[in-house]
């Protein structure tokens, strides 16, 4: 067998592919998105269809969304046959956000609910903590909670996308992200406006929130402002975000909560008739302003980076089967696409940047009036600045596959992928192997860090990611073998800080070794 700090899977692929493996990576998510969605809001913005800012993308193609199971239990899939036979097949058997994150970022499907892990609860490996053993800066940007299902399954690992507060302590301080960003605040309500009393739920608790404030840095701290140090800064100014986004005053690390509660405008009080005529509030950054900033931090690192930007109140609307505030979303979500763009051209590193543009779920069945039986009605075009003819024919997720595009080097991995043909939509993926994709350009890994303990007499724990399902580990402490330990985790309560432990992992013939974990 072969001991080696990091494997790079690109023998698998032809050597063109590994020439052509990419420095950067930014995986686009619209949450809830689906082709129609697109279509909707092409028409609206353009009058017409293909308009949108990826619809040029060289690599075009479906994905399917489905679990490993739901929570009922029962294994999904997806059936081309019925999906277009049968207009109620697509809306029972659903994934969630959760475990589709997980898929992305993991190259595994799990059950509806979990983060990160498999359906038997083990960490696996996501493409963050591979971008982290490669050298790379890493983060996550979105429009709602900073610790919701989408953003913490690129960076964490938990049984259950409901634990809110032990998923944000493991993205703050376990993850060892570079940049996260979102909503969350727990001292505003959802129209930006301060309230008398803190709601600290969608945060994760009210000790979390003075850790922040107590250990790291604000951004008027000019030594950390300009590059110094590891902690956080740590800023819900919208000013802050626009002058990062500027390039002024780049910090190495940024956590923004921007000062909302659950999203950054979707679920403001007041009606929208149509999409942007109620005012956002000015003290409120924007998906696109977030996202420029953490590229100016992530672009900083020599070896590159991943981000995930995530248009996660796109799903929010559809729930609520809100169309002006879906295509609101959506403009909103093109506008980063756009930019986020702009800024790799004029940085001079687009050439280098695969861009990944998908969804983790449909979610409203969302499709023209008279839709039944096996007759599926496009939306109709009304012309420009004018909401197209549909209708919502769920208020939860569908099985429907969504659309996927990509661009830049590497990308045309994902061909190979598209081993699968559905009668309408042509070739598709399956949405594990966004990250499969990435693992094959990038490599594999373990990586091991501290579990979330949620009191201070708790077990102290490590763990190690599993770069694959079956994988065997092997924990060793000053460089000696740690006798009966087996798993993926190591109690650690009884050991001197200074400790050194690191764990191999092995997958079949190849075993990985890990980081080495210092006890604090």
Not at 277 to 297: F, G, H, Y
Not at 443 to 472: H, M, Q, W
Request: hydrophobic content about 35%; proline content about 4%.
């Amino acid at each position: 067998m072969r001991i080696l700090n990091f494997v790079f899977l690109s023998i698998l692929v032809s050597a063109v592919f590994a020439q052509k493996a990419p420095k950067n990576i930014i995986v686009f998510i619209s949450d809830g998105g689906g082709y129609n969605h697109v279509l909707a809001t092409d028409y609206y913005l353009m009058g017409d269809s293909g308009t949108a800012p990826f619809a040029d993308f060289p690599v075009q193609m479906g994905m399917s969304t489905y679990s490993a199971s739901n929570e009922n239990g029962s294994t999904t899939s997806y059936d081309t046959r019925l999906a277009w036979t049968d207009f109620s097949y697509n809306t029972d058997g659903y994934t969630e956000s959760a475990a589709s994150a997980t898929a992305m970022a993991t190259g595994y499907k799990t059950m509806n609910g979990r983060v990160g892990t498999s359906h038997n609860g083990i960490p696996m490996t996501n493409v963050s903590e591979i971008a982290r053993r490669r050298g790379k800066a890493y983060g996550v940007v979105t429009s709602v909670q900073f610790n919701h299902a989408t953003p913490a399954g690129f960076l964490v690992h938990n049984m259950s996308r409901n634990n809110y507060d032990a998923l944000a302590w493991e993205m703050i301080l376990s993850s060892g992200a570079d940049v996260i960003m979102g909503a969350g605040s727990p001292y505003h309500d959802n129209d930006g406006l301060e309230v008398d009393t803190p709601c600290f739920y969608q945060f994760g608790s009210e000790s979390l929130y003075t850790y922040l404030l107590e250990n790291n840095h604000t951004y008027d701290d000019q030594l950390v402002a300009s590059g110094g140090g590891s902690n956080w800064v740590f800023s819900s100014s919208r000013l802050v975000v626009q002058e990062i986004a500027r390039g002024k005053n780049v910090p190495s690390r940024l956590f923004v909560l921007a000062p909302v509660a659950k999203t950054l405008s979707q679920l403001r009080s007041d009606t929208s008739y149509i999409p942007g005529d109620n005012r956002i509030n000015e003290n409120i950054p924007s998906l696109k302003e977030m996202s420029l900033a953490a590229l100016q931090v992530l672009s900083q690192d020599r070896e590159g980076f991943f981000l995930m930007i995530e248009g996660g109140a796109i799903d929010w609307a559809n729930h609520d089967n809100y169309k002006t505030r879906m295509i609101e979303e959506y403009a909103s979500f093109y506008q980063t696409v756009e930019a986020v763009i702009h800024f790799l051209e004029v940085k001079g590193i687009l050439d280098e940047t695969m861009i990944i543009i998908t969804s983790d779920h449909e979610c409203g069945n969302l499709w023209g009036p008279g839709s039944e039986d096996n007759n599926f009605v496009l939306p109709k075009n009304q012309g420009l600045g004018n909401i197209p003819e549909m209708e919502y024919y769920s208020t939860d997720h569908s099985n429907q596959l969504v659309p996927f595009y990509a661009k830049g080097p590497g990308s045309e991995i994902y061909l190979q992928f598209a081993d699968e043909v559905d009668s309408v939509r042509g070739s598709y993926i399956t949405n594990s192997e966004v990250a499969l994709g990435i693992k094959m350009l990038w490599g594999n890994t373990t990586y091991v860090y501290e579990a979330f303990r949620d009191s201070a007499g708790a077990p102290r724990y490590l763990i190690a990611t599993a770069p694959c399902p079956n994988a065997k580990f092997q924990w060793y402490f000053n460089g000696l073998e740690a006798e009966g330990v087996s798993g993926w985790k190591i109690d650690v309560s009884s050991a001197e800080p200074g400790t050194v432990f690191e764990c191999y992992v092995t997958c079949g013939e190849i075993v990985y070794k890990s980081n080495k974990f210092v006890l604090k």
